[in-house]
């Protein structure tokens, strides 16, 4: 199965009801599990759940904002026939009919796998210090992964035993370790004063140019 666009979300209600009236039937979901580094792929070969060879080419749109939990890659109007090679079958069609066999038409979305992650609280009196942000921020780039807005303030970064011994170090946050997913919308990506103005949007940065004494 190739797929070369996203055709909607099936968390989202209204995606759910288009899907339902182009393939003229209620569908069944077939789940393609991804890992948290693999939601911005420009090419993706992997196995659904039941078995389809499904490969994803979504170009730069994918670079920019990610695969999200829920995004339906394609649909199968027969839901019994699995492909050996995803180049033998025809891409993804949006409108296709409703299986001729009686069963259901099934589509292929997304699902991304919970990672071990390292949770971040910031234990300092509110409002947070921005310079302290800019510290995790830059710790967490300097260990080339990327950085995640949690819940309430909470920052969460891919699980390694170093990063963790690094963030235990700095005084006035805490960590822990848990399973959680990482969703791509909430990566916040470059160095850490960009951390800093997408967290703390009131903060004012002035550059000032040298200037060269004659």
Request: with cysteine.
């Amino acid at each position: 199965m190739l797929c070369t666009e996203v055709l909607g979300n099936i968390n989202d209600p209204s995606s759910v009801i288009a899907l339902q009236r182009r393939l003229g039937a209620p569908f069944e979901v077939d789940y393609v599990d991804l890992e948290w580094d693999q939601v911005h792929a420009r090419r993706l070969v992997v196995k659904s759940g039941a078995g389809r060879v499904v490969e994803i080419r979504l170009g730069e749109r994918v670079e920019e904002i990610g695969l999200k939990d829920g995004d339906v890659l394609g649909c199968d109007v027969a839901p019994d026939t699995l492909t050996a090679h995803a180049s033998s079958v025809e891409p993804c069609a949006a409108t296709a009919p409703a299986s001729a066999s009686g069963g259901k038409p099934v589509v292929v979305a997304v699902q991304l796998r919970s990672a071990r992650v390292v949770r971040i609280r910031f234990t300092a009196s509110q409002p947070v210090d921005p310079a302290l942000v800019a510290r995790v921020g830059w710790e967490v780039g300097n260990m080339h992964v990327p950085l995640f807005r949690g819940e309430a303030g909470e920052l969460m970064a891919p699980h390694s035993e170093a990063l963790q011994r690094l963030l235990a170090s700095i005084p006035g946050i805490q960590t822990t370790v848990e399973q959680a997913s990482l969703d791509p919308a909430a990566r916040l990506s470059g160095t850490g004063i960009s951390t800093v103005v997408r967290l703390s949007p009131s903060l004012k940065v002035v550059v000032r140019k040298k200037t060269s004494s004659n």
